[in-house]
């Protein structure tokens, strides 16, 4: 079966690489974004997907708008491929590139659908604080995740898993669920998405990520860990990300590392407050219903460190506020 590959960040990565390692796909071509500048010397560095590309000597179209860049379209059509696979691409691709490949085009997307359609799905399923997610694969349509599925694979969310965490799981789960997909796709009845059960994963912006000591523990908590690692407060009148945390509060059922923390912390506290500075484990602050624990902060310009470390560092004293 001849592919052409859409793919860009390394979640797409597994993907790419179970197809290269199966005699029975012949990746022809790979399609990804345009290399970015990144880093402190703002050099161009490649998506993660054009350098597993490169190492197999697999041909690389970057175009900045695959809809309108007529050399790429010229050879996405000279490809004559069976399908396009397409996982985190990126760019929405034309009714036009949709009906080249003759099996056409297979989506991996990280939600179970059609719950959490869109470019942040893994980050906003956190953020709600949903039990489970899952992969998808499905054939695709002109709409932004609206196209009939093929099949599914669910996985339960852990209290502690962040978006990278399960991310990770997420794209060992796709990869296999597209080699399967592939496999039987003539012989797989596509089922249509009911509508009225969709939910949507927008991309994630700036006011996303700022913390509001006033909401829930565990509201805070799923921001925190659904935006991984880019929320943050203030601490002395400087930017602070928090990465890490666990809630704590009686309701919550906590993983048995943590299961003897204690769950209140002397008087009441002003949301935002430090409660309590909890040796080799990290720091309490006070939320709007209870206390969340803080395992990894950092501070702008410095390498991320444990609760621990930055309160014994900072010299933090209880009452201290955040934000």
């Known amino acids: 079966m001849k592919i052409v590959f859409f793919g860009t960040p390394q979640f797409a990565v597994p993907t790419l690489e179970a197809l290269l390692a199966d005699a029975t796909f012949d990746v022809v071509a790979v399609v990804t974004q345009p290399d970015k500048r990144r880093g402190r010397g ?3 560095s490649a998506s993660p997907i054009k350098s597993v590309a490169l190492a197999h000597q697999i041909p690389v179209w970057q175009p900045k708008s695959v809809k309108k860049d007529a050399e790429t379209l010229e050879k996405l059509q000279s490809a004559q491929a069976d399908s396009f696979v397409v996982v985190a691409y990126g760019q929405i691709l034309s009714q036009a590139i949709l009906d080249m490949p003759k099996l056409g085009c297979v989506n991996v997307h990280g939600s179970l659908l059609p719950k959490y359609r869109g470019a942040a799905p893994i980050q906003w399923c956190l953020y709600n604080g949903e039990p489970e997610t899952g992969i998808t694969t499905m054939l695709m349509d002109a709409g932004m995740d609206t196209g009939a599925m093929l099949l599914k694979s669910g996985v339960p969310i852990a ?4 978006a990278q965490d399960l991310a990770a799981k997420l794209s060992t789960i796709g990869a296999n669920l597209l080699i399967e997909t592939l496999t039987k796709l003539s012989e797989t009845s596509p089922i249509a998405q009911d ?6 994963a927008p991309l994630i912006k700036k006011p996303d990520y700022e913390l509001d000591w006033t ?9 925190i860990r659904g935006f991984f690692p ?3 407060t203030t601490f002395r009148g400087t930017a602070l990300k928090v990465t890490s945390t666990v809630p704590l509060t009686a309701d919550i059922e906590l993983p048995a590392e943590f299961a003897s923390l204690p769950q209140l912390f002397g008087n009441p506290h002003a949301p935002g407050e430090v409660a309590a500075v909890l040796k080799n484990v990290g720091f309490v602050v006070q939320t709007g219903d209870g206390f969340l624990l803080l395992r990894e902060v950092q501070l702008a310009g410095k390498s991320p ?4 470390d930055f309160a ?4 933090l004293e209880i009452g201290e506020k955040l934000g």
């Open 42 to 44: 703002n050099g161009l």
């Open 159 to 162: 209290l502690l898993d962040n």
């Open 195 to 200: 509508d009225s059960q969709a939910t949507y």
């Open 215 to 223: 909401r829930r523990t565990i509201d805070l908590h799923n921001q």
């Open 230 to 232: 880019n929320c943050t």
């Open 305 to 308: 460190r444990s609760g621990w």
């Open 312 to 315: 014994n560092g900072t010299r």
